[in-house]
């Protein structure tokens, strides 16, 4: 395990436990987000999103976080492992409920000056609302991962339905 894609709903452990796997390995960690949220959550341009997720994907070693489609075939073309959070959806919802109330409160920085504001959990809208994403795209990620995990035979694939899952994986 060098090249690792972590995958999964947004709010499921991805980017924390990214993190400790790119430590742990001694390899660059990459979260997607901090590249396609430019400053006032403007989207970066697809075109360059690719250039540099592609030039990123081409080291020797890396953790990349996220699950933008625009992308997935660089990483997947590089990757040797993906590990998918597929935590039940009351635990993520719950989990993208605490972390953006902390966020809002502390008015925690994300990536490029962006921060997650407390009106946003009021919002319906799955486009305004991490909350309301988690929650609607759940089954989303669940299926297509399942189905990845089946096809890419290329690819180790590493499920993790709990946390004591995530546990196991780092020791």
Known sequence: MRRVSVVGNS????????RAVAARLGVPFVELDAIYHQPGWTPIGV??????????AGG???VIDGNYGAVRDLVWA?????VWFDLPRRTVVRQVLWRTVRRGVTRQELWNGNREHLTSLLRLDPQRS???WAWTRHKDYHDRYTRAAAERGDLDFIRIGSHRDAARLLA
């Not at 709010?11 to 990214?18: D, H």
């Open 47 to 56: 075109e360059e999103f690719r250039r540099t997720v592609a030039e990123l």
């Open 11 to 18: 709010g499921s452990g991805k980017t924390t436990l990214g």
């Open 78 to 82: 590089r990757a040797d492992t993906v």
């Open 130 to 132: 991490l909350l309301r």
């Open 60 to 62: 020797d070693g890396w």
